[in-house]
């Protein structure tokens, strides 16, 4: 049964639709974003693995539970995933080189959530290497391309996912925040993407980089299609002794509630002298669309956010200095091909397989927590986490969602800030708190610069309170449209 | 706080990162600017705050000691780099 091009821009929730209508198969869908992914991959560089046998099993997969009267709401919808999760049978190299033999043995707990949605997976996306970066430049497998301009960045770590549903390669994709990892990209790649409160989503086979701070998420075009997916991608797991055991919850509930009455908090200090140009210009429109729906704005303060950055960049560093210890060449991963003792095997193993940035990382995390130091910089920094959490706790107390811009500028270009680490870092300025005090937020399209690059309106919520922020989020969106264009040429 | 070669390389030695002496130089700049960027944290005032650790406090969750986990060495030692009789193999340590 032929497809209409247009299936290339349909929602997760409009394929659901044409699959329970019976209008298209899984395996109709699956082969027409392979073949788009083999088209445009080459110039965008979204995807580490592409393994179209494998897709279509699943796909196929679908089809017979959906013949066998046994399939649920996105049976057969196909999904990309960021190279961060292990997939049995799949090359998972966290964007690195330390992994790029690196076979997984088994599912990561969002894999199997997707798996036992019958989703099956277009393939695994291209990060900055072990998540660190803002730019997808770090990777191990070259940088992504903005598919809204191809000589600018898509954001990171969770470019090629963003690029990757921006390019309309894959209807949805997941992602990994750290520090804005799905927030920032999803803004300079013009579409939706969400990082759910600390602990909502298992963090079982998702490659560590800061435990404290990791969450997974959904990027996809809708804050409705955030929600479904977050359906799948939420629920508790024992093997993460972080995750929550909570009661389930339709993450879609709050998607029709009307604004009215609804308190949305402006942070004076998101609105300082950091927010220029059109930038500023789309998020004040934002905030006119909102109040034409119904939402009232109030001013509120979080004083210690300014110190997020300082903080993030010792906390970070710090757990990944852990969790990257790992890698030593003994169980998996790059082993380098000659060495003398077993600190020579350590020290060159992982000298050859980390990129300079992950270097750069483990050894300010190294510094921060070792004797002499430990107080000074990372025991501050836990107090600063403490303050800056503290600040919204207190914001919340009057308005019941927080707005911002995601990131201080559009998509750079790339090379452009490789130079100097610290103003690549300052990239995820207005992102940061959020996951130093563990809140969810998300990132939506609210326009575009005048060089026709997208911008991102950031949304945070209380703690448990994503349902509202995406009804937030979707209010807005039936009410304008910028989520729903797409780059030239796609 | 800057930090000096001896630092750089004691770092490295405290990582298991094989640091030449040529590269050094970059290391000490690079590392130095980010510290400049952490040193904004220093003056604030965080006497009598509790550090924080986790965004919901949580205390560690305890299972029963049974065995809940399969034997599946064969998978996973079936991607190691040298493996012999189920173990892995290391250049030797103890002389």
Same mark, same amino acid.
């Given at each position: 049964?032929?497809?209409?091009?247009?299936?290339?821009?349909?929602?997760?929730?409009?394929?659901?639709?044409?699959?329970?209508?019976?209008?298209?198969?899984?395996?109709?869908?699956?082969?027409?974003?392979?073949?788009?992914?083999?088209?445009?991959?080459?110039?965008?560089?979204?995807?580490?693995?592409?393994?179209?046998?494998?897709?279509?099993?699943?796909?196929?997969?679908?089809?017979?539970?959906?013949?066998?009267?046994?399939?649920?709401?996105?049976?057969?919808?196909? %999904?990309?995933?960021?190279?961060?999760?292990?997939?049995?049978?799949?090359?998972?190299?966290?964007?690195?080189?330390?992994?790029?033999?690196?076979?997984?043995?088994?599912?990561?707990?969002?894999?199997?959530?997707?798996?036992?949605?019958?989703?099956?997976?277009?393939?695994?996306?291209?990060?900055?290497? /072990?998540?660190?970066?803002?730019?997808?430049?770090?990777?191990?497998?070259?940088?992504?391309?903005?598919?809204?301009?191809?000589?600018?960045?898509?954001?990171?770590?969770?470019?090629?996912?963003?690029?990757?549903?921006?390019?309309?390669?894959?209807?949805?994709?997941?992602?990994?925040?750290?520090?804005?990892?799905?927030?920032?990209?999803?803004?300079?790649?013009?579409?939706?993407?969400?990082?759910?409160?600390?602990?909502?989503?298992?963090?079982?086979?998702?490659?560590?980089?800061?435990?404290?701070?990791?969450?997974?998420?959904?990027?996809?075009?809708?804050?409705?299609?955030?929600?479904?997916?977050?359906? %799948?991608?939420?629920?508790?797991?024992?093997?993460?002794?972080?995750?929550?055991?909570?009661?389930?919850?339709?993450?879609?509930?709050?998607?029709?509630?009307?604004?009215?009455?609804?308190?949305?908090?402006?942070?004076?200090?998101? /609105?300082?002298?950091?927010?220029?140009?059109?930038?500023?210009?789309?998020?004040?429109?934002?905030?006119?669309?909102?109040?034409?729906?119904?939402?009232?704005?109030?001013?509120?303060?979080?004083?210690?956010?300014?110190?997020?950055?300082?903080?993030?960049?010792?906390?970070?560093?710090?757990?990944?200095?852990?969790?990257?210890?790992?890698?030593?060449?003994?169980?998996?991963?790059?082993?380098?091909?000659?060495?003398?003792?077993?600190?020579?095997?350590?020290?060159?193993?992982?000298?050859?397989?980390?990129?300079?940035?992950?270097?750069?990382?483990?050894?300010?995390?190294?510094?921060?927590?070792?004797?002499?130091?430990?107080?000074?910089?990372?025991?501050?920094?836990?107090?600063?986490?403490?303050?800056?959490?503290?600040?919204?706790?207190?914001?919340?107390?009057?308005?019941?969602?927080?707005?911002?811009?995601?990131?201080?500028?559009?998509?750079?270009?790339?090379?452009?800030?490789?130079?100097?680490?610290?103003?690549?870092?300052?990239?995820?300025?207005?992102?940061?708190?959020?996951?130093?005090?563990?809140?969810?937020?998300?990132?939506?399209?609210?326009? /575009?610069?005048?060089?026709?690059?997208?911008?991102?309106?950031?949304?945070?919520?209380?703690?448990?309170?994503?349902?509202?922020?995406l009804g937030v989020a979707h209010q807005y969106q039936l009410a304008t449209d910028w989520h729903t264009r797409t780059p030239q040429g796609i | 706080m800057l930090l000096s070669s001896e630092d750089v390389k004691r770092i490295a030695k405290l990582a298991r990162i094989r640091v030449d002496n040529g590269e050094v130089t970059a290391y000490q700049a690079q590392l130095n600017g980010i510290f400049g960027l952490i040193e904004e944290m220093q003056a604030v005032d965080t006497a009598g705050i509790e550090p924080m650790s986790h965004a919901q406090d949580l205390f560690q969750r305890l299972r029963a000691d049974t065995v809940s986990e399969t034997d599946r060495?064969?998978?996973?030692?079936?991607?190691?780099?040298?493996?012999?009789?189920?173990?892995?193999?290391?250049?030797?340590?103890?002389?």
């Open positions: 049964m032929p497809l209409m091009p247009k299936t290339m821009t349909d929602t997760i929730k409009q394929l659901s639709n044409l699959l329970s209508e019976g209008k298209a198969s899984s395996v109709e869908l699956c082969k027409d974003y392979l073949d788009r992914i083999q088209r445009r991959n080459p110039t965008l560089n979204a995807f580490i693995s592409v393994d179209a046998d494998r897709t279509l099993i699943e796909a196929r997969a679908a089809d017979a539970l959906r013949a066998a009267g046994q399939s649920g709401v996105l049976t057969g919808v196909p %999904v990309a995933h960021k190279d961060i999760f292990c997939a049995e049978g799949w090359l998972t190299t966290c964007g690195s080189k330390m992994l790029s033999n690196f076979v997984s043995p088994y599912d990561a707990h969002v894999i199997e959530q997707f798996k036992a949605a019958g989703m099956p997976c277009l393939g695994k996306t291209n990060m900055d290497e /072990f998540a660190m970066g803002s730019s997808n430049e770090t990777s191990f497998y070259g940088p992504v391309r903005n598919p809204w301009d191809t000589e600018r960045v898509p954001g990171g770590s969770s470019g090629g996912s963003a690029a990757c549903v921006a390019a309309r390669l894959a209807p949805a994709a997941t992602g990994t925040d750290t520090g804005g990892s799905i927030r920032q990209p999803a803004a300079l790649c013009g579409i939706t993407g969400l990082k759910p409160t600390y602990g909502v989503v298992s963090r079982y086979g998702m490659i560590a980089f800061a435990s404290s701070l990791d969450q997974a998420g959904p990027m996809a075009q809708t804050a409705e299609d955030c929600g479904l997916l977050l359906n %799948v991608m939420a629920g508790f797991d024992t093997r993460d002794s972080t995750s929550l055991d909570r009661p389930k919850e339709d993450y879609t509930r709050s998607l029709n509630l009307p604004l009215a009455g609804l308190k949305i908090g402006l942070p004076r200090e998101f /609105f300082g002298s950091g927010l220029v140009g059109d930038t500023a210009k789309a998020v004040d429109a934002a905030i006119a669309q909102l109040h034409a729906l119904g939402a009232q704005t109030v001013e509120v303060g979080l004083p210690n956010s300014k110190l997020s950055v300082a903080a993030y960049y010792v906390l970070a560093p710090a757990e990944a200095s852990s969790n990257l210890s790992r890698f030593d060449g003994v169980r998996y991963g790059y082993r380098t091909p000659e060495y003398g003792d077993l600190t020579d095997m350590y020290e060159k193993t992982r000298a050859e397989g980390f990129g300079g940035e992950v270097k750069r990382r483990i050894m300010i995390g190294a510094y921060v927590l070792s004797h002499g130091y430990y107080d000074a910089y990372y025991i501050q920094a836990q107090k600063l986490r403490r303050l800056i959490a503290n600040d919204f706790t207190d914001a919340f107390k009057q308005c019941d969602v927080i707005l911002g811009p995601t990131a201080p500028s559009t998509a750079f270009r790339l090379g452009e800030k490789t130079a100097d680490p610290v103003e690549m870092y300052l990239s995820d300025i207005y992102t940061i708190a959020v996951n130093l005090a563990g809140l969810p937020g998300m990132s939506l399209p609210c326009g /575009f610069d005048a060089q026709g690059l997208p911008i991102g309106l950031q949304l945070i919520g209380n703690y448990f309170d994503e349902a509202r922020m | 060495r064969g998978d996973y030692q079936a991607i190691a780099p040298q493996t012999e009789n189920g173990l892995y193999l290391v250049p030797k340590v103890i002389e």
